[in-house]
């Protein structure tokens, strides 16, 4: 099995699951016990700041949106990109937080880069492999500009990145420069 930790699935446009539909979900955790991850396109219409005083009685700074993670229950997390708050090293720039300490920390700080969540996606041994199978996700490597940029239209953007690579590899080209139109 190869692990997708650090990539990115993202909904096919077939994939009408109301819970994923034009979803693209950070995978944090791969292994032969299932997969965790976190759906970087669903802002509440709550932010941090909002629900912050049910968390802890420090005083938050952050006004990031407040993101839905997915249908499964679980504890606040935090994608952000200070090591030494790490729980987890999702890629190289880009690390989950979910305990008080470290949310605290991300929360009364002014890191601009956190993103806070409620919920997270979750797959059982086997079953992302199924979905995979099925052709319900395509993937994509993550960057940090992925993570942390803007998410309105991370959806589009990234299907349009997979198809262009798609692209390429049927017509087997060797080098494509950043900005073709440049040359």
Same mark, same amino acid.
């Given at each position: 099995?190869?692990?997708?930790? *650090? @990539? ?10 109301? =819970? !994923? ?5 950070? /995978?944090? #955790?791969?292994? &032969?016990?299932?997969?965790? %991850?976190?759906?970087? =396109? #669903?802002?509440? @219409?709550?932010? /941090? ?7 802890? $009685? +420090? +005083? ?9 993670? %997915? ?17 987890? &090293? ?14 605290? $920390?991300?929360?009364?700080? &002014? ?10 996606? %979750?797959? %059982? ?19 940090? $500009?992925?993570? !942390?940029?803007? @998410? &309105? ?14 692209? /390429?590899?049927?017509?087997? /080209?060797? @080098?494509?420069?950043?900005?073709? *139109?440049?040359?």
């Amino acid at each position: 099995m190869k692990s997708l930790q *650090g @990539h990115l699935l993202v909904a096919a446009p077939e994939l009408r699951d109301p =819970n !994923f539909f034009h979803a693209v979900v950070l /995978i944090f #955790r791969h292994d &032969d016990e299932g997969a965790a %991850g976190l759906i970087l =396109n #669903r802002r509440t @219409h709550a932010t /941090i700041q909002q629900i912050w005083k049910q968390i802890s $009685e +420090t +005083t938050c700074q952050s006004r990031a949106p407040l993101c839905l993670g %997915g249908p499964v229950e679980g504890p606040l997390m935090a994608l952000h990109a200070q090591e030494t708050l790490s729980e987890i &090293d999702v890629m190289p720039g880009v690390y989950v937080a979910a305990s008080q300490a470290n949310l605290e $920390e991300l929360a009364t700080g &002014d890191d601009d880069t956190a993103r806070f969540f409620v919920g997270y996606s %979750g797959w %059982g041994a086997g079953q992302l492999e199924r979905e995979l199978e099925e052709s319900a996700w395509l993937t994509l490597q993550a960057s940090p $500009e992925h993570v !942390f940029g803007d @998410h &309105d239209q991370l959806w589009e953007q990234t299907t349009k990145e997979i198809k262009s690579r798609e692209l /390429i590899a049927v017509l087997k /080209i060797k @080098h494509v420069p950043k900005e073709p *139109g440049l040359n």
